[in-house]
């Protein structure tokens, strides 16, 4: 059965790839959403159509999410034609003078928990597959304030370069999105909402329009994609 498989599924742009995915991909019979929070995944499901969904409540920074994603995916091998790693996370404060637990949290989500399920998935991914890395603008140079969260995104780009490179061979293609700001709960949760001036100033992304955009990007093979409004952007945020 034709699969796709969506981490961070619950909320925000993660909500949005998985109400258009079969816009891009109407080959996908079956969705996997993997988040922690259970019942926005059930309600998520409940109202997606033509496809079979199937909800993997797990949390990516528990290294035994990775035991059961493995289980899952021996037992049912399927066949994966897109694979989202949109599960992140981002915390504003300095190295040194914020707690250390959400330090290596984003280490945990943004950089090991992607790569393990890339890992992982990749044997299952069909000839002609996509893997979708939700990226960021803040990979392309340091941000102050979000030191270790800029970092884990450059990982992110970086890794994808070279996993395209990879599995080009097997037709199989890997692209990176590198949107902006967007008006999710992902500013709430990382405390950034109001305290950053500058950030504040900087244009936002819509995230419908990420997502259709980055959709349509990995459809067509393209390696980075970001969002036209910043593709000339290089100054640093936030301050």
Not at 3 to 22: D, K, P
Not at 37 to 64: F, I, K, N, T, Y
Not at 119 to 146: D, E, Y
């Given at each position: 059965?034709?699969t796709a498989i969506?981490?961070?599924?619950?909320s925000?742009?993660?909500?949005?790839?998985?109400r258009q995915?079969?816009?891009?991909?109407?080959?996908v019979?079956?969705?996997?959403?993997i988040?922690?929070?259970?019942e926005r995944l059930?309600?998520?499901?409940a109202?997606s159509?033509g496809?079979?969904v199937?909800?993997?409540?797990?949390?990516?920074?528990d290294p035994?999410?990775?035991?059961a994603?493995q289980e899952?995916l021996t037992?049912e091998?399927?066949?994966?034609?897109l694979l989202?790693n949109n599960?992140g996370c981002?915390y504003l404060?300095?190295?040194?003078?914020?707690?250390?637990?959400?330090?290596t949290r984003?280490?945990?989500?943004?950089?090991?928990?992607?790569t393990?399920?890339?890992?992982m998935?990749?044997p299952?991914?069909a000839?002609g597959?996509r893997?979708l890395?939700?990226?960021s603008?803040a990979?392309?140079?340091?941000?102050?304030?979000?030191t270790v969260?800029s970092?884990?995104k450059?990982?992110?780009s970086?890794?994808?370069v070279g996993l395209a490179?990879?599995?080009?061979?097997?037709?199989i293609?890997a692209?990176?999105?590198?949107?902006?700001?967007m008006?999710?709960?992902f500013l709430e949760?990382g405390?950034i909402t109001?305290?950053?001036?500058?950030f504040?100033t900087?244009?936002?992304?819509?995230q419908?329009?990420?997502?259709g955009g980055?959709?349509?990007a990995?459809r067509?093979g393209?390696?980075?994609?970001?969002?036209?409004l910043?593709?000339?952007f290089?100054g640093?945020?936030?301050?």
């Amino acid at each position: 059965m034709k699969t796709a498989i969506v981490t961070g599924a619950s909320s925000g742009l993660g909500r949005e790839f998985v109400r258009q995915l079969r816009t891009y991909f109407p080959e996908v019979e079956r969705c996997w959403l993997i988040a922690r929070r259970a019942e926005r995944l059930e309600e998520l499901a409940a109202g997606s159509e033509g496809m079979e969904v199937q909800c993997l409540p797990l949390d990516l920074c528990d290294p035994m999410s990775f035991v059961a994603y493995q289980e899952k995916l021996t037992a049912e091998r399927p066949e994966v034609v897109l694979l989202v790693n949109n599960a992140g996370c981002g915390y504003l404060g300095r190295v040194g003078e914020t707690e250390t637990a959400l330090q290596t949290r984003m280490v945990d989500l943004n950089v090991r928990a992607l790569t393990a399920i890339t890992h992982m998935t990749v044997p299952f991914v069909a000839v002609g597959g996509r893997i979708l890395n939700v990226s960021s603008i803040a990979s392309f140079c340091p941000n102050p304030r979000m030191t270790v969260y800029s970092s884990t995104k450059a990982y992110v780009s970086s890794f994808t370069v070279g996993l395209a490179e990879e599995l080009k061979e097997r037709g199989i293609t890997a692209t990176a999105v590198c949107p902006g700001p967007m008006a999710t709960e992902f500013l709430e949760v990382g405390g950034i909402t109001g305290r950053s001036r500058t950030f504040e100033t900087l244009p936002y992304c819509d995230q419908v329009q990420v997502a259709g955009g980055a959709l349509r990007a990995a459809r067509a093979g393209r390696t980075i994609y970001t969002p036209t409004l910043f593709t000339s952007f290089t100054g640093c945020w936030p301050s």
